[in-house]
T-cell receptor, first 117, second 115 residues
Framework: NAGVTQTPKFQVLKTGQSMTLQCAQDMNHEYMSWYRQDPGMGLRLIHY???????DQGEVPNGYNVSRSTTEDFPLRLLSAAPSQTSVYFC????????????????FGPGTRLTVL | AQSVTQPDIHITVSEGASLELRCNYSYGATPYLFWYVQSPGQGLQLLLKYFSGDTLVQGIKGFEAEFKRSQSSFNLRKPSVHWSDAAEYFCAVGAGAGGSYIPTFGRGTSLIVHP
């Protein structure tokens, strides 16, 4: 298994540009999440999905869009990039529950480092 | 809503010394609790978790944590630290109903290990 993969690893955007961060998992996990990590802030949940066709907002959804057309993929779209969206973005997946369960674990991708100028 | 506090931004220990990283949570019911480790430039890796049962939880890499309901704490411990343990450590609480409970992360504690 490749686990959770994210592309690109690094990206620089100009203010106002749009882009899509890709996330894929090959573990047949129903639950997938997007987080952003900022210095001194820990991880904050942006959007999540509990299965194909079902998404919901997390703590910091503004400026981001998601969709889940397949179990494997969960792309994150930045509609009009702003400097405040400069961050490291992590995708995660799990089989049962957003954070896993007693017998399951949440797996994280390696992250995408995004800079918005 | 739930919240997590990691009081220590940085912790410095000598290699071979014992370690305790503090985590306090706020949640009205029994929470699900996690500790993750993040090495530089990497994603997060689960060290251990508490869902129910024994309040002393064993994890990977020789780590353990104890859930203390009376103190709303879930501190991470290791008896002897190795240089490779230098990393960022995150405590998280998962709360809610069913399978869609939302995890909330603390701000992290950076562990520095001196030789």
């Amino acid at each position: 298994n490749a686990g959770v993969t994210q592309t690109p690893k690094f990206q620089v955007l100009k203010t106002g540009q749009s882009m899509t961060l890709q996330c894929a998992q090959d573990m047949n996990h129903e639950y997938m999440s997007w987080y952003r990590q900022d210095p001194g802030m820990g991880l904050r949940l942006i959007h999540y999905s509990v299965g194909a066709g079902i998404t919901d907002q997390g703590e910091v959804p503004n400026g981001y869009n998601v969709s889940r057309s397949t179990t494997e993929d969960f792309p994150l779209r930045l509609l009009s990039a702003a400097p405040s969206q400069t961050s490291v973005y992590f995708c995660a997946s799990s089989y049962s529950g957003l954070a896993g369960s007693g017998s399951d674990t949440q797996y994280f991708g390696p992250g995408t480092r995004l800079t918005v100028l | 809503a739930q919240s997590v506090t990691q009081p220590d931004i940085h912790i410095t220990v000598s290699e071979g010394a014992s370690l305790e990283l503090r985590c306090n949570y706020s949640y009205g019911a029994t929470p699900y609790l996690f500790w993750y480790v993040q090495s530089p430039g990497q994603g997060l890796q689960l060290l251990l978790k508490y869902f129910s049962g024994d309040t002393l939880v064993q994890g990977i890499k020789g780590f353990e944590a104890e859930f203390k309901r009376s103190q709303s704490s879930f501190n991470l411990r290791k008896p002897s630290v190795h240089w490779s343990d230098a990393a960022e450590y995150f405590c998280a609480v998962g709360a809610g109903a069913g399978g869609s409970y939302i995890p909330t992360f603390g701000r992290g504690t950076s562990l520095i290990v001196h030789p």
